[in-house]
């Protein structure tokens, strides 16, 4: 009976970690993925552009589409918009080498260059452990770390031997924790992610005014591709900060919200 439910378990566990995990691409989309992938190693970077801007329109979003789109438009020397899907792309996967990687490439061909006020102690500790995942993948961590424990604890308490049902209690108990502590981390990140819109400055070169008209004064100048901090908007203006802690007026056409 142990030995029945222990397999009832693990292949519960796997098939719902493969489901976690499978591709969801419409087939139109994976067809359009596919040709652009194809347009984009034979150098067409406009139309590989155009087949990943559908598949978007089409209600897809994911890092590897996203990711491909911004090495299109790097290609294309269109670098506030390669820098702009990099950002997306590295929203919906943290901590992601190859995206970081190539985003300090898009990065590097701007012309602002803004020193970042630095994190320290905990607050740097806590804000890299919750940007190790995105919402998403906290959320998954925390149903499948549900389902191991659901599994663990229906194991301990059919089993009859003392050393599996001990096992079993611990692995359940772990697995409590591990999902309490992702649901935890998830609200975290949301929260996080929701508290200010991030932008991309589109605009070849733009002076951020003092207040929300043109006529105001001048306090810095922005340039294409430079990431901004939404903290309000106001008739067509948005307040903005920068990553060195500045704030100022920019309006808002001229920058393309997160």
Not at 23 to 36: R, W
Not at 153 to 160: E, G
Request: proline share 3%; hydrophobic share 40%; aromatic share 16%.
């Amino acid at each position: 009976m142990a030995r029945k439910l222990i397999y009832t378990g693990f292949f519960i566990v796997l098939g719902f970690l493969f489901l976690l995990n499978t591709n969801n691409y419409q087939p139109q989309n994976s067809q359009l993925f596919e040709g652009a992938n194809n347009y984009y190693n034979e150098g067409e970077f406009e139309l590989a552009i155009e087949n990943y801007e559908r598949i978007i329109s089409n209600g897809e979003h994911s890092p590897e589409v996203y990711f491909n789109l911004a090495n299109a438009y790097y290609k294309s020397n269109n670098i506030p918009s390669s820098i702009y899907y990099y950002e997306k792309a590295l929203k919906l996967k943290p901590g992601d080498t190859d995206i970081i990687n190539n985003l300090g490439f898009a990065q590097n061909m701007t012309i602002d260059e803004i020193a970042a006020t630095p994190q320290v102690g905990f607050n740097r500790i806590y804000s890299n452990l919750v940007d190790t995942f995105s919402f998403d993948n906290w959320s998954k961590i925390a149903v499948a770390a549900i389902v191991v424990f659901v599994v663990l604890f229906l194991l301990y308490y059919f089993s009859a031997n003392t050393n599996f049902k001990r096992a079993t209690f611990i692995g359940s108990f772990v697995g409590i924790i591990v999902a309490m502590f992702s649901l935890f981390m998830a609200f975290q990140k949301q929260s996080i992610d929701d508290k200010f819109d991030e932008a991309i400055v589109f605009s070849k070169s733009i002076d951020i005014k003092s207040e929300p008209n043109s006529s105001s004064n001048n306090l810095f100048r922005l340039h294409e591709g430079t990431k901004v901090k939404i903290i309000d908007n106001l008739s067509g203006w948005s307040h903005i900060e920068i990553a060195d802690g500045q704030k100022g007026w920019i309006p808002s056409e001229t920058i393309k919200v997160l």
